[in-house]
C-alpha cells in the first residue's frame, strides 16, 4: 500500500467533516475534544505526516496522556479508544499503514479492576442525552437518564419515586422513604429530600406522565413515577435500562472495542452489560456528583442534593484530578 502524506491538524478536521454527516454535533464534539491532546503530542514529538506513525509511537503516545494529563484509567480508556477510531479511520484514506489500529492500546475495566473510578463522563452524558431527547424523547429510559444524570439519586430512590412526589409547578422532586410498602431508600428518614429540577427536565417529565407513563399502580395502590405496564419498574429493570443506554452502539451507531455490531453478545438486550463501555446507575451518579463539583457547585450543595456526607463524597465520588481542582479553586481566588 502506497502511503499518502497528511499532517495531524489536516488529518483532524478531515475526520471531523467525513463524519459530520452521520454523528451529531456532540459527538464531533466529543471527538475533536478527545483528540487534541495527540494532535497536541504530534507537534511536541516533530511528527508532521502521520505516515510515520507505528505502534511504538502510539504507546509513547499512551504513556504522555497518562502523565501529562493526570487522569483516571477510565477517560485514559475513552480518549485511546478514540483514538483507534481515528486510526482506523486514516487506513481507509491510506494515510497510515493497514492495520495500525490493532496497535492502539488501552486499558482494560473488568467488574473488579478500578471500580470506584467508574463513571459517566460528562461529554458522554450530553451526547447521550442529546440522542434521547431527539429519538426517545420522554420515554422511559429518557426520563431515567435525565433524572439519574440531573438528580444524583441512587437508583433505590428512583425505584421508590412516586407520581405524586414530582411537582411541575414548583420544579422539584421528593425522596421519601416508605419501607412499609417495599419502597425504601438508603439511609432511611435522613435520605429524604426535596431536590430541585431544571425547567427542561420537568418538561420532559411533564411529557412523560401526560403522554408515555403506563398509568398503573402498584401492589400497594400507590402511582409509581417511573412505570412498566407491569407496574412499579423493578430495579433490575433501571439498571438494564443504564446498561443497555451507555453502550456506545446505542446512541453513536459506532463501536470502540472493533466488535461486530450485529454479532456481539452485548447487543441482545439481556446482555447488555456485557459491552466493556456501559456502565451501571452508580457510575452515572458518580459522574453527576463530579459533573457538578467540576461545574463549582459548592461541596456542602452537592452533599445535600445526593445525600452523601463531604467526607464520603470527597473519598468515593469526587473523580476529579487534582490539576482539575486546582482549576476550580483557581477561580475563587480572581477577587482577592
Request: charged residues 30%; glycine residues 6%; contains cysteine.
Amino acid at each position: 500500500m502506497s502511503l499518502e502524506p497528511i499532517e495531524p491538524a489536516q488529518a483532524l478536521e478531515m475526520y471531523l467533516a467525513d463524519r459530520e454527516s452521520e454523528a451529531t454535533k456532540s459527538t464531533i464534539r466529543s471527538h475533536r475534544a478527545r483528540l487534541r491532546p495527540f494532535i497536541q503530542w504530534c507537534g511536541e514529538k516533530d511528527i508532521n505526516n502521520l505516515n510515520d506513525l507505528s505502534g511504538r509511537l502510539l504507546h509513547e503516545y499512551r504513556l504522555w496522556r497518562r502523565d501529562e494529563g493526570d487522569i483516571n484509567v477510565v477517560t485514559e480508556k475513552t480518549q485511546m479508544d478514540t483514538v483507534r477510531v481515528f486510526v482506523r479511520w486514516l487506513e481507509s484514506i491510506d494515510g497510515v499503514e493497514e492495520g495500525l489500529h490493532h496497535k492502539v492500546l488501552s486499558p482494560d475495566l473488568s467488574s473488579g479492576d478500578n471500580v470506584r473510578s467508574v463513571m459517566l463522563e460528562s461529554e458522554e452524558a450530553v451526547q447521550l442525552l442529546e440522542y434521547l431527547g431527539k429519538y426517545h424523547y420522554a420515554s422511559r429510559i429518557h426520563v431515567i437518564v435525565a433524572l439519574m444524570w440531573h438528580s444524583t439519586m441512587r437508583v433505590g430512590a428512583m425505584h421508590a419515586l412516586d407520581k405524586d412526589d414530582y411537582n411541575s409547578d414548583e420544579q422539584y422532586i421528593k425522596v421519601i422513604h416508605r419501607p412499609d410498602s417495599d419502597t425504601p431508600i438508603k439511609n432511611g428518614e435522613d435520605g429524604e429530600r426535596h431536590i430541585a429540577l431544571s425547567e427542561e427536565v420537568c418538561e420532559m417529565l411533564d411529557s412523560w406522565i401526560a403522554d408515555q407513563r403506563p398509568d398503573v399502580t402498584d401492589e400497594y395502590g400507590r402511582e409509581p413515577l417511573i412505570t412498566t405496564t407491569s407496574g412499579r419498574a423493578h430495579l433490575s429493570t433501571i439498571r438494564g435500562d443504564c446498561y443497555r443506554v451507555t453502550r456506545p452502539c446505542f446512541y453513536t451507531s459506532e463501536c470502540p472495542h472493533d466488535r461486530d455490531i450485529d454479532d456481539c453478545e452485548a447487543a441482545d438486550y439481556n446482555s447488555a452489560s456485557k459491552c466493556p463501555s456501559s456502565i451501571s446507575p452508580h457510575a452515572f451518579r458518580r459522574g453527576g456528583i463530579t459533573h457538578h463539583l467540576t461545574n463549582d457547585v459548592p461541596k456542602h450543595v452537592v452533599s445535600g442534593r445526593a445525600n452523601v456526607s463531604t467526607g464520603v463524597l470527597e473519598k468515593h465520588y469526587d473523580q476529579r484530578s487534582e490539576k482539575e481542582q486546582m482549576e476550580n479553586r483557581r477561580e475563587y481566588l480572581d477577587n482577592i
